[in-house]
Nanobody, 124 residues
Framework: QVLLVESGGGLVKPGGSLRLSCVAS????????VGWFRQAPGKERQFVAA????????SYAAFVKGRFTISRDNVKNMMYLQMNSVKPENTVVYFC?????????????????WGQGTQVTVSL
């Protein structure tokens, strides 16, 4: 059974940093393209960042470029999203996703395995 579980969400002040983690089980993550998405209440899920199966290629949404960093540890079957200089509009639920594909994927429909999400709240 393919399972993705996010962790690391919580409350952070504007301008602060937070690192999200996602652990994969039931499959070998090193075959999979992975990504992070976010979703605000009442809105569609939105692409944040993605990384290829080897970790050699990445892609970022324009609104996080330069502030967020996606990474992965295929030995540990983990992926991460380092968020720096967070903004109040970053108060959303973050999801990790995976797809058996070597390259970079950036669309919701590209991914077929999803975690349950972790809440990030940016507030004073």
């Amino acid at each position: 059974q393919v399972l993705l579980v996010e962790s690391g969400g919580g409350l952070v002040k504007p301008g602060g940093s937070l690192r999200l983690s996602c652990v994969a089980s039931g499959f070998a993550l090193h075959y999979y393209a992975v990504g992070w998405f976010r979703q605000a209440p009442g809105k569609e899920r939105q692409f944040v960042a993605a990384i290829s199966s080897s970790g050699g290629s990445t892609s970022y949404a324009a609104f996080v470029k330069g502030r967020f960093t996606i990474s992965r540890d295929n030995v540990k079957n983990m992926m991460y999203l380092q968020m720096n200089s967070v903004k109040p509009e970053n108060t959303v639920v973050y999801f990790c996703a995976a797809r058996n594909f070597p390259g970079v994927k950036t669309e919701n429909s590209d991914f077929d395995s999803w975690g349950q999400g972790t809440q990030v709240t940016v507030s004073l």
